[in-house]
Nanobody, 115 residues
Framework: QVHLVESGGGLVQAGGSLRLSCATS????????MGWYRQAPGTQRELVAS???????NYADSLKGRFTISRDGAKNTVTLQMNSLKPEDTAVYYC?????????WGQGTQVTVSS
């Protein structure tokens, strides 16, 4: 059983920063892919950023330069640093991890950016 637990969401003013963390129940290197998605009300869930087993990262084009994904093998966490936040970044952010046989999701953490 794989568990992903997100933390770090909250309310922030526009222009501020938040740091989201995703803690996994097993070594992050057992996953081929780890990523952060977000879903705002009335919209589809979208990929924000990802990191694969090689360490290569990928970002949604609209977020490049503001968001940074990283991983810590010692702590088995994947972190999303979000800077220069905008009201349109308001959403529930979900951690996702994939293996060759499984696709796992956290419960989500709310990020609200006020104008």
């Amino acid at each position: 059983q794989v568990h992903l637990v997100e933390s770090g969401g909250g309310l922030v003013q526009a222009g501020g920063s938040l740091r989201l963390s995703c803690a996994t129940s097993r070594t992050i290197f057992s996953f081929n892919f780890m990523g952060w998605y977000r879903q705002a009300p009335g919209t589809q869930r979208e990929l924000v950023a990802s990191i694969v087993s090689s360490g290569r990262t990928n970002y949604a084009d609209s977020l490049k330069g503001r968001f940074t994904i990283s991983r810590d093998g010692a702590k088995n966490t994947v972190t999303l640093q979000m800077n220069s936040l905008k009201p349109e970044d308001t959403a529930v952010y979900y951690c996702n991890a994939k293996t060759s046989i499984g696709d796992y999701w956290g419960q989500g953490t709310q990020v609200t950016v006020s104008s």
